[in-house]
T-cell receptor, first 117, second 113 residues
Framework: GAVVSQHPSWVICKSGTSVKIECRSL??????MFWYRQFPKQSLMLMAT?????????EQGVEKDKFLINHASLTLSTLTVTSAHPEDSSFYIC?????????????FGPGTRLTVT | KQEVTQIPAALSVPEGENLVLNCSFT??????LQWFRQDPGKGLTSLLL?????REQTSGRLNASLDKSSGRSTLYIAASQPGDSATYLC????????????FGAGTRLAVHP
C-alpha cells in the first residue's frame, strides 16, 4: 500500500495568524501532490497542485498569496494558510500520486481540521 | 468541463441489503474513475480504481462498473453491514487531465442493524 500522513490533524488559530500544514508520503516518493478543501457536508474541492521543485499551480478562485504551497522534497509538501480568517476554517486534505506513466491512483492523507477563531 | 453527480444523496437501509450507488460524469474522455469512502471527520479511503480500458473492478463485497459511453459508474455493495455506513465519493479526472480529480457530492449511507 501507500501511506500519506498529515500534520497536524487539527489546529485552532486566531484570526490574522498563519498556520502550516504538512503532507508526507511515508513509503513512496511523490513528485505531485494535491491539496483539497472540504467544507462541512460538502465534497472535496481541488485547491492546487504541488509539484516537487517547481511552483504550485492553483485552481481558479484560489488565492496563491494566501495559500502558500512548498514542495521541497519528494516526500513533503506544505500548505501555509496566511492571515487566516474564520472563513478559512475547513478540512484540508492532501493526496499524493505515485510516480509513473499514465493515470495513477491517488493516496489521501487523513486530513487537517483548521478552525480560525 | 467535467462535472460529477452522485445519486442518491443519502440512503438508509437495513443490514443485509444489496445496494447500488450511482455516479455520472459529463466528460467521457476519462483515464480512470475512483470510488472512495469517507468516515465522518476523516480522510478518504480508496475503494476501487477503474481504468478507462476496464469495465469493472471488484474488491470483496464491492463491485464498481464503468460505462464511458453513457458517462456512468455504479458502486455495488453486496450484503450491506452497519460498518459500511459512511459517505461514498466518486471522482473523475478533470477534462484534459488525468491526475487532478473532481469529486461528486457523495452518497451518505446508513446501514442499520
Amino acid at each position: 500500500g501507500a501511506v500519506v500522513s498529515q500534520h497536524p490533524s487539527w489546529v485552532i488559530c486566531k484570526s490574522g495568524t498563519s498556520v502550516k500544514i504538512e503532507c508526507r508520503s511515508l513509503d513512496f516518493q511523490a513528485t505531485t501532490m494535491f491539496w483539497y478543501r472540504q467544507f462541512p457536508k460538502q465534497s472535496l474541492m481541488l485547491m492546487a497542485t504541488s509539484n516537487e521543485g517547481s511552483k504550485a499551480t492553483y485552481e481558479q478562485g484560489v488565492e496563491k498569496d494566501k495559500f502558500l504551497i512548498n514542495h521541497a522534497s519528494l516526500t513533503l509538501s506544505t500548505l501555509t494558510v496566511t492571515s487566516a480568517h474564520p472563513e478559512d476554517s475547513s478540512f484540508y486534505i492532501c493526496s499524493a500520486v505515485k510516480p509513473g506513466q499514465g493515470a495513477r491512483e491517488q493516496y489521501f492523507g487523513p486530513g487537517t481540521r483548521l478552525t480560525v477563531t | 468541463k467535467q462535472e460529477v453527480t452522485q445519486i442518491p444523496a443519502a440512503l438508509s437501509v437495513p443490514e443485509g441489503e444489496n445496494l447500488v450507488l450511482n455516479c455520472s460524469f459529463t466528460d467521457s474522455a476519462i483515464y480512470n474513475l475512483q470510488w472512495f469512502r469517507q468516515d465522518p471527520g476523516k480522510g478518504l479511503t480508496s475503494l476501487l480504481l477503474i481504468q478507462s480500458s476496464q469495465r469493472e473492478q471488484t474488491s470483496g463485497r464491492l463491485n464498481a462498473s464503468l460505462d464511458k459511453s453513457s458517462g456512468r459508474s455504479t458502486l455495488y455493495i453486496a450484503a450491506s453491514q452497519p460498518g459500511d455506513s459512511a459517505t461514498y465519493l466518486c471522482a473523475a479526472p478533470f477534462s484534459g487531465g488525468y491526475n487532478k480529480l473532481i469529486f461528486g457530492a457523495g452518497t451518505r449511507l446508513a446501514v442499520h442493524p
